[in-house]
């Protein structure tokens, strides 16, 4: 089982991973925009819906790679404080009332309103020369379908630490860097630090 957990949470970090090149795409598209306006005098129409669907395919295709490395919002300051089998308790619930309704819901009907879209060659109306939007609705029920199998993984975790009252291990990603770990690691102190800014000052000061 754990096997198959852990597999699941690989398939969500690629897709997540091999999505987030958007971001480039993204800036680089923006940056030869600007300067075809401003600096060339030839703006490009469909260049605003361009914007709109990259980062829209790449919010919602981020949304099972943010629940596998667990990192949706939270109160942390409350939930922080209950034992991994109350944490449990509490997940499960919310994922059965609304978690499954709501994506059940979204791909679903995201798969009808990307059929439409196909059907009627469906162009952006919102500039003249609008690109087609249906395979940019096709990515509704599509991250609807990722998230939902990234859910019931997450539901099975559940029940595991309800039995086994700890969590069950992840899929390893990158994480923020433990200032005071690092450094432990590195042997480094607060002391050590000050002393380097005040020889930096110093030497900048001498120049």
């Known amino acids: 089982m754990q096997k198959l957990l852990l597999f699941v949470d690989k398939l969500s970090t690629w897709v997540g991973q091999a999505f987030s090149w958007l971001i480039v795409a993204l800036t680089l598209h923006i940056t030869w925009e600007v300067f075809s306006r401003y600096v060339l005098d030839h703006p490009r129409a469909w260049a605003f819906d361009a914007m709109i669907m990259m980062y829209g395919t790449l919010f919602m295709m981020a949304g099972a790679y943010t629940l596998a490395k667990s990192g949706h919002v939270r109160g942390d300051v409350i939930y922080g404080y209950f034992t991994p089998r109350a944490q449990a308790i509490l997940d499960l619930t919310l994922y059965i009332v609304f978690f499954i ?107």
Not at 114 to 124: G, N
Not at 154 to 178: F, K, L, N, Y
Not at 184 to 190: A, F, I, R
């Open 101 to 207: 309704p709501g994506i059940v819901a979204l791909t679903y009907a995201g798969y009808f309103y990307a059929a439409e879209s196909w059907a009627i060659d469906e162009h952006s109306n919102i500039t003249a020369e609008g690109p087609p939007v249906y395979p940019f609705k096709t990515v509704i029920p599509l991250a609807g379908a990722f998230v939902l199998v990234q859910g019931i993984v997450e539901i099975i975790r559940c029940i595991i630490c309800i039995r086994q009252g700890a969590w069950p291990t992840r899929e390893e990603d990158v994480q923020e860097v433990d200032v005071d770990k690092l450094k432990q690691e590195l042997h480094v102190k607060d002391e050590d630090i000050q002393k380097l800014d005040q020889y930096v000052v110093a030497k900048e000061r001498g120049k």
